[in-house]
């Protein structure tokens, strides 16, 4: 299960200072700070099954490391984003072959195969950012704080990626909410109630 706050950081000022905020200097987990380089592309059958059952596949490179990752069940309230989530690492044979009983055994395996089955998969879109990221504890809670600069890549046309996100790692949902919220009206974010891969689709139309 994922849940995580999304905001629109849509000031280059903001961009610049909101991981260096004093609150998130105080409570940070010292050493946790990295940048990551994300290549992800999106991949779905022909007929897009997998979309219309609010499901998301992609393969992304994380420092060029290859993870499959599914998503599904997407719930929004306002920037609050909950959905389950599987994660598993690849290597560059899956790549170039990918197949979706990769997450066989998992509670969304059976529905995974009525829906899709072992159709070929195609991409249908990439979404390529540089994330920079640190944990946070604030005694109540445990967060990854990110900042995703980057573009979405379609077919029929790209849309730029600039967001901060606030993701639960353990502890109170609350007191993550609470941090989040804290961070919007400091820095002036807007709500982000769609997704990456949502705000592509919506490019491509669907």
Not at 22 to 43: C, F, P, Q, V
Not at 51 to 75: D, H, Q, S, Y
Not at 120 to 140: F, H, S, W, Y
């Amino acid at each position: 299960m994922e849940i995580e706050l999304k905001f629109l950081v849509e000031e280059p000022i903001a961009r610049e200072k909101i991981l260096k905020d004093k609150h998130l200097e105080e409570i940070k987990d010292e050493g946790s700070e990295e940048t990551i380089e994300m290549k992800a592309t999106y991949l779905d059958t022909e007929d897009l099954d997998l979309c219309k059952n609010e499901m998301a596949f992609r393969i992304r490179f994380e420092n060029e490391v290859p993870v499959a990752t599914l998503k599904w069940g997407n719930e929004t309230q306002g920037s609050l984003h909950t959905r389950g989530e599987l994660n598993v690492y690849v290597d560059e044979d899956y790549v170039r072959n990918p197949k979706l009983n990769i997450f066989k055994g998992s509670e969304i395996y059976e529905q995974i195969e009525i829906t899709a089955g072992d159709k070929p998969l195609k991409p249908i879109m990439e979404v390529n950012c540089e994330r920079k990221q640190l944990m946070v504890d604030t005694g109540l809670s445990i967060c990854a704080v990110s900042l995703d600069i980057g573009e979405i890549v379609t077919e029929k046309g790209t849309a730029p990626v600039s967001e901060l996100e606030v993701e639960l790692y353990s502890g109170d949902k609350d007191d993550m909410i609470a941090l989040g919220r804290e961070l919007a009206s400091k820095y002036n974010l807007k709500e982000g109630s769609k997704s990456k891969f949502q705000v592509g689709m919506e490019l491509l139309g669907l």
